[in-house]
């Protein structure tokens, strides 16, 4: 089992940059892909980015490609999204997550409790 802690939300004019961190506990982060999902408000929670577990592999969605880059550090047990060029179409709260598979966003079966972003126009 995981536990996952986000932080590094906030408020942010459109253009300008986040980055995403995740602190996850347990000696076993290096077993499980990671990813970021967010939810804005009245609709349901969305694949951002997810990573496989050594960090040679990653894989977005399409509305975040060439603006976000996911990455994880294995020592320190910890996964970032760093978010550039952000839209106010961005704005959801952002939701770190641990699983089997990169790809198959059905296995991420731990969750965080989600750190807010907001893009002003």
């Known amino acids: 089992q995981v536990q996952l802690v986000e932080s590094g939300g906030g408020l942010v004019q459109a253009g300008g940059s986040l980055r995403l961190s995740c602190a996850a506990s347990?000696?076993?982060?290096?077993?499980?892909?990671m990813g970021w999902f967010r939810q804005a408000s009245g609709e349901e929670r969305k694949f951002v980015a997810a990573?496989?577990?050594?960090?040679?592999?990653?894989v977005y969605a399409d509305s975040v490609k060439g603006r976000f880059t996911i990455s994880r550090d294995n020592a320190k047990n910890t996964v970032y999204l760093q978010m550039n060029s952000l839209k106010p179409e961005d704005t959801a709260d952002y939701y770190c997550?641990?699983?089997?598979?990169?790809?198959?966003?059905?296995?991420?079966?731990?969750w965080g409790q989600g750190t807010q972003v907001t893009v002003s126009s």
């Open positions: 990573i496989t577990r050594g960090g040679a592999s990653t």
């Open positions: 997550a641990a699983g089997t598979y990169a790809a198959i966003t059905s296995t991420f079966n731990y």
């Open positions: 347990g000696r076993t982060f290096s077993s499980y892909a």
